[in-house]
């Protein structure tokens, strides 16, 4: 057999797995809070273990019914530029005062977040930490101190981060550039 027999069986094959995959993905999750660390163990952005940062994860339901899991608040800021066109049910977040292993979901529009606290951080940091009630973010603060906001704050300074950490990138490689003689 040929080579380039063997690469095009591959590629058929790999080709038909990911419309299989597809597929099953289309019909959408209409529970995704349901078992959904053993539905979505990883992150979708940096691929780390959700079940592992249980206190930090967020889970994104999506208008077409589908669902992704995201490890941190500033994985799921990111997740929610790259998908913004499919629209959102409902995006949760784990409600840091609860005692459960793994943290209970809230929905993330209802929850307070404590951001810039002592309280360690994901994927950032800035922590960003969310509660069910305000009341648990205000006596979080009391002991770790930060800044009391919304989802939308701790969107709006994930995005932040990243800005700083784009423009900090693109100085260093100009910089890196025009030391090596380049224009």
Not at 136 to 144: E, R
Not at 149 to 167: H, M
């Amino acid at each position: 057999m040929k080579r380039r027999d063997v690469l095009l069986g591959a590629l058929l094959l790999a080709g038909g797995s990911k419309a299989m995959a597809e597929t099953v993905g289309a019909a959408g999750d209409p529970e995704p809070l349901v078992d959904e660390l053993e539905k979505y163990p990883r992150c979708v952005i940096c691929n780390m273990d959700r079940r592992k940062f249980h206190y930090a994860r967020h889970l994104l339901h999506y208008g077409d019914a589908t669902a992704q899991g995201t490890c941190s608040v500033h994985c799921a800021a990111e997740c929610m530029l790259r998908e913004r066109r499919r629209g959102f049910r409902t995006i949760y977040a784990p409600d840091y005062a609860s005692t459960a292993e793994p943290k209970a979901l809230v929905e993330a529009a209802s929850a307070t977040y404590l951001i810039g606290s002592d309280l360690r951080g994901v994927m950032t940091p800035v922590s960003k930490v969310a509660f069910a009630s305000r009341a648990a973010a205000l006596q979080a603060q009391q002991t770790y101190g930060g800044e009391i906001g919304s989802f939308a704050t701790a969107i709006a300074a994930s995005f932040d981060e990243t800005a700083n950490s784009l423009v900090r990138r693109y100085a260093n490689d100009r910089e890196r550039l025009l030391r090596k003689g380049g224009s």
